[in-house]
Every structure is written in C-alpha cells, then in structure tokens.
T-cell receptor, first 109, second 116 residues
Framework: GQSLEQPSEVTAVEGAIVQINCTYQTSGFYGLSWYQQHDGGAPTFLSYNALDGLEETGRFSSFLSRSDSYGYLLLQELQMKDSASYFCALDGSARQLTFGSGTQLTVLP | GAVVSQHPSRVICKSGTSVKIECRSLDFQATTMFWYRQFPKQSLMLMATSNEGSKATYEQGVEKDKFLINHASLTLSTLTVTSAHPEDSSFYIC????????????FGPGTRLTVL
C-alpha cells in the first residue's frame, strides 16, 4: 500500500516562511500533490510535482525528490488566512489520491 | 475554474435510514469521480472510485452493499449510505479530475452526515 507522513502541527508568524515536509512509501505514483483545507471546507489544490525539482506558484512552492521519497511545501510571506490544514497526496494510476495525515498550520500575528 | 457541487451540504437522519448524496461536475464532464470520507481532525480516506457506465471500485474495507455508488451520467455520481448507523457519521467529499492533462482535482464542498 501507500503511506505518507507529515508533521501534525506547525506554527509560524505572519510574514515568515514555513516548510511542511512529506515523506512517503509507495510502489509507484504519477505525482505528489498538495491541498489546503480550511475547517469544514473542501480541499483546494495548491501544487503538483510530477518530476523531481521545485514548482513555484505565487507564494507557494513545492519540491519533490523521488530518490529520497520526500517532498515539501514552502509557504512564503505567510498571512493569517493561510492558517489551515495542508495535505500532501500521492496521485495514483487511476488519478485516485492517497492523502497524508495532514499538517495543521497556525499563523500568529 | 472547474466547479463540483454536492447536495445536501448537511443531513441528519435516524439510525437505520438511507441517505443519498449527489456529486455534480458543473462545467466539465467527469468519467471518473472519487468519494472520500473524513472524520474530525483526520485525513481524507478514499472510499471508492465511481466510473461512468460501469461498476464502482471500492477500497479495501469499504462495504459496497452499504455504500452504494451510481455514476448515472458524465456529470453526476451519487453515494447512498444504506441503513445508516451513528458510526457512519462523517464528512463525505467527492472529487473529480477534469481530464488526464490536468493535475488538479476539484473537490465538492462536502456533506456532513449525522446519524442519530
């Protein structure tokens, strides 16, 4: 099967940079996705890595290293509205997503 | 961007009754949709893959006779929780990829099911 591990909680202050790590075990996957979810809401797509390296989308960047079974999400210029849960997810052959346990990010003023 | 809707957003039912949840892709066709369940403070767990025109594929441990999935058209998938029990109370979310060239999946707003 597949499994992903993330830190359960991260706290940072407004304007700071935070990195959320994700390690995984899988026999194969197409890509690593990152989703944001506010309490009671739907997950929203942030970033996707099909290949090794860094993908940048505005304040968010994501990195993947297949050889290390590791990825991370980097959030820059943190804002209060970034307080949410962040999930890494493996994209399988049939486009099904296997989610990590989630990281609760708290941004302090 | 693409939109996926779910109905109802909240439902409260008595134990033993059945509840139907609809998932619609509003501006794109989805041959495949996915159903997830999320308990409070936990991750999303894939329950099943809904395929238009064929039977759904269920994940290990998910009872197919309890969670009936019908993908009636290219824009609609339904999940029916049959003979619901309090332990079925959860947040049910559907998602759909817009196409093979898109990495992003679009999630519905979710349905909060409470079984009394």
């Amino acid at each position: 099967g597949q499994s992903l591990e993330q830190p359960s909680e991260v706290t940072a202050v407004e304007g700071a940079i935070v990195q959320i790590n994700c390690t995984y075990q899988t026999s194969g996957f197409y890509g690593l996705s990152w989703y944001q979810q506010h309490d009671g809401g739907a997950p929203t797509f942030l970033s996707y890595n099909a290949l090794d390296g860094l993908e940048e989308t505005g304040r968010f960047s994501s990195f993947l290293s297949r050889s290390d079974s590791y990825g991370y999400l980097l959030l820059q210029e943190l804002q209060m509205k970034d307080s949410a849960s962040y999930f890494c997810a493996l994209d399988g052959s049939a486009r099904q997503l296997t989610f990590g346990s989630g990281t609760q990010l708290t941004v302090l003023p | 961007g693409a939109v996926v809707s779910q109905h109802p957003s909240r439902v409260i039912c008595k134990s033993g009754t059945s509840v139907k949840i609809e998932c619609r892709s509003l501006d794109f066709q989805a041959t495949t949709m996915f159903w997830y369940r999320q308990f409070p403070k936990q991750s999303l767990m894939l329950m099943a893959t809904s395929n238009e025109g064929s039977k759904a594929t269920y994940e290990q441990g998910v009872e197919k006779d309890k969670f009936l999935i019908n993908h009636a058209s290219l824009t609609l998938s339904t999940l029916t929780v049959t003979s619901a029990h309090p332990e079925d109370s959860s947040f049910y979310i559907c998602s759909a990829p817009r196409g093979i060239s898109y990495n992003e999946q679009f999630f519905g707003p979710g349905t909060r099911l409470t079984v009394l």
